[in-house]
């Protein structure tokens, strides 16, 4: 196969939760490409940011077919999608190709966990609308008090909640690490992936936060699992 068959195709995440930006660009280009729409914004859209890359073969066919899968969530007339993007990058990398970015981890950690993802965010559909507190005593702080939102299975910790310090895992939480907290207060409302992730905003550390959110008279989220 001519090297001019080969390219890159990426997917970037937005300033506005659930809109994405899918496009290609040359192997040559890549970094260029990124650092220009994350320092420029796209469609009037702003903060865009790199979250999967992929060298593969045939990519002006294979963004086609990505919009043909797609076009239903796409905005007219550009390369913006309203999709999750953990559904976006479980596509991708199962693509036979060389990813890109992240550089970090491997395709198949990749895959595997945009999978988990995609199997959580299903399971967070399972939530009744209505507000969920998460209360525990955190070792070295003391008492934590989070109150979380959902709605139409959309998980949102509200601004006032009350954060422990960073714990030892917190670097590895990109919705914690992003999180405005101050006196260890959160300033504003966070959205996030799952009950996990918002635990996490709260504890500052790996949790189960299917144990930990619990409805207001005491009962733990895994309830409106264990009903499916």
Known sequence: MSTIDRGIIYVMSTAVPGLVKIGKTGVDN???????????????????????AIEVEDYHAKEVLLD???????????????????????????FEGRQVFPIEKS??????????????KRDTSLIPDGEYVLNRRVRGFGEVRGIARVEDGVFTVLKGSLCAPDGDTSHLNETRRLAHIVDNILQEDVIC????????????????????????????????????
């Open 193 to 228: 992936t799952s009950p996990s992730t918002a635990g996490f905003v709260i504890i500052g550390n790996q949790n189960n936060g299917w144990m930990e959110w619990k409805t207001r008279d005491g009962k733990p989220l895994d309830i409106f699992r264990t009903k499916k």
């Open 30 to 52: 890549f970094e260029n490409r990124m650092n220009f729409l994350e320092r420029n914004g796209y469609f009037n859209v702003v903060a865009l940011d790199r979250k999967f």
């Open 68 to 94: 043909d899968i797609f076009k239903k969530s796409k905005v007219s007339n550009s390369e913006l999608y309203a999709l999750d993007i953990d559904l976006v990058i479980q596509l991708l990398s199962s």
């Open 107 to 120: 395709k198949e950690e990749t895959f595997d966990d945009a999978t988990k993802e995609v199997e959580m």
